[in-house]
Structure formats: C-alpha cells, structure tokens
C-alpha cells in the first residue's frame, strides 16, 4: 500500500492533476460504483476523518459523481427491473406488483414489502448481493 503524504513538495495544481488523471483511470477500468466506495472508504479511514470539511467535501462530490451519471431508473432497467412510475418490482424479495417506491432525483429507494431502503450506492450493492443478473 503507498502512503501519501499531503506534505510533500507537489504543488496544488500538480497534486489536482496527479488526482485527476489517477481518477480518470480508475473510471476506466473499474466499475463506477466501486471506484466511488473507494473514494468513500478513504473519506472515512482516521487520518482524513479528522478533517470534517474534507470529509464531507469528498462524500459530496462523490454524489455529485454518481448523480450526474446515474439514476436508480436507469441501474433498474440494465437489470430488466419491471418500473411503473415511480414504483417497481422489488428486486430484493418475492414481489409480484410494485412495492419499490423511488426518487430519482434524489436517487433514494424505499421498499414497502421488505423495507429494503437507502441511496443509489445501496440500491447498485444490494443487486450485486443478491445475485440479480444484469440483462444481456
């Protein structure tokens, strides 16, 4: 694991640079979501937790990222997800009529069946964990 030390002799601009061209590349070769759980994993390790700003800049833009891009609507249908306005099939449990309600503005879920609820991030994780195959 490299150690970076904000103190060394990069100036700002090349340190954004640095920061900018390794994020690039991390978008490139890995899925979005995971790059962005890294980003956020970091935000929260005890040497830059202690930096509340910093913290909560990182955590904003991480969701600026991700709300830019995606919306729950759009992961559902990659996943064949049957939407009917701002309800869907709940892909988390047996669920024949729509009980997944969603805002894509604000990129929040919130099942009534199971009571499955939380962001986009939590919405993309919990499709991985429960094994719901993406439409060829």
Not at 29 to 39: A, Q, R, S, T
Request: aromatic letters at 12%; one cysteine or more.
């Amino acid at each position: 694991m490299v150690d970076v030390n904000v103190d060394f002799m990069l100036k700002q601009n090349q340190l954004k640079e640095v920061w900018f061209e390794l994020t690039k590349k991390m978008f490139k070769n890995f899925l979005y979501y995971e790059v962005l759980d890294l980003v956020l994993k970091a935000s929260e390790e005890k040497d830059i937790k202690k930096y509340k700003k910093l913290n909560k800049f990182i955590k904003s833009q991480a969701r600026l990222l991700i709300d830019k891009k995606y919306t729950i609507s759009k992961i559902a249908k990659e996943y064949n997800i049957k939407i009917k306005g701002d309800k869907m099939v709940c892909p988390f449990h047996d669920d024949k009529d729509p009980s997944l309600s969603f805002d894509d503005s604000k990129n929040v879920f919130n099942c009534f069946g199971c009571h499955a609820k939380g962001d986009i991030i939590e919405f993309k994780r919990r499709l991985i964990e429960s094994g719901v195959k993406k439409r060829s």
